[in-house]
C-alpha cells in the first residue's frame, strides 16, 4: 500500500505541475494523510466470479459510474471488461496493458479543477469471448481521497467553482460548509444504503 500511496502522489505533484499551480506539490499537500486514521483512500481487491451459461451480447457486469475522490489507480489483470465512456457518448474498451496502472480521475478532482480534468465514467461488462467469460476477473484498485478535514468548496483556481459545478447528490448550499470527510461519508451512505 505504500506504493500505492507513493505513486498516488508523484501523480498528484505532476498534475500539480501540469495544471500550472503555484505550488508544484499543492494537490499532494492536500492527500498527506493517505492510509492515516483521518482519510478514506483504501486498496481494494475486486473480484468477479467466472460466468457461465448464455448471455445476451454486451451484458453489463458493472453499471457506469464515477468515483468520488481525486483518483483511482487500477491494476488489471489480463481478462478485461472495463469500458471508458468518451466525449461523445461512446464506450471505449481500456484492454488491459501489463505492468501498467490506469488512473482514473474522480469528482472531487473535477470539481476542484472546474471541469478542466474530467471525472471519467466507466463501467465493466462481460467479455464476449468465451474463454473470458469462464476466468474470473480481478484487479485491484486504489482510492484516493483528500485529507478528511478539507471543505470540498477549496479551489485549485482562485475562483467560485460552486457557481457553475456541483458534485453530484449534493446542492451548492451543501457544498459550501461540507468537509471532504462528510462528502464521502455521504456518498458512501448513498451508494450502500
Known amino acids: 500500500m505504500q506504493d500505492c500511496k507513493s505513486l498516488a502522489l508523484r501523480i498528484l505533484d505532476a498534475l500539480s505541475y501540469g495544471l500550472k499551480l503555484e505550488e508544484k506539490n499543492y494537490l499532494s499537500s492536500l492527500h498527506k494523510s493517505i492510509l492515516g486514521p483521518h482519510n478514506h483512500s483504501s486498496l481494494r481487491y475486486l473480484y468477479y466470479p467466472p460466468i457461465s451459461g448464455k448471455l445476451k451480447k454486451g451484458q ?6 464515477t468515483d468520488y475522490g481525486c483518483m483511482t489507480l487500477l491494476f488489471q489483470d489480463s481478462v478485461g471488461g ?23 480521475v474522480a469528482d472531487l478532482l473535477q470539481y476542484w ?9 466507466h463501467r465493466i461488462l462481460v467479455p464476449d469471448d468465451p474463454l473470458k467469460r469462464s476466468a474470473q476477473r480481478q484487479s485491484i484498485a486504489f ?17 467560485d467553482v460552486s457557481d457553475t459545478m456541483t458534485l ?21 451512505s448513498r451508494t450502500y444504503a
Open 60 to 65: 453489463i457486469r458493472l453499471l457506469e459510474h
Open 113 to 121: 479543477t472546474h471541469g478542466d480534468l474530467k471525472s471519467t465514467p
Open 143 to 159: 482510492f484516493v481521497h483528500p485529507n478528511e478535514n478539507l471543505f470540498v468548496s477549496n479551489t485549485l483556481f482562485k475562483r
Open 82 to 104: 472495463l469500458q471508458i465512456k468518451s466525449r461523445d457518448g461512446t464506450y471505449i474498451d481500456a484492454c488491459p496493458i501489463e505492468n501498467s496502472v490506469l488512473i482514473n
Open 168 to 188: 453530484r447528490n449534493f446542492t451548492k448550499q451543501q457544498l459550501e460548509n461540507m468537509t471532504v470527510g462528510e462528502y464521502v461519508t455521504g456518498q458512501f
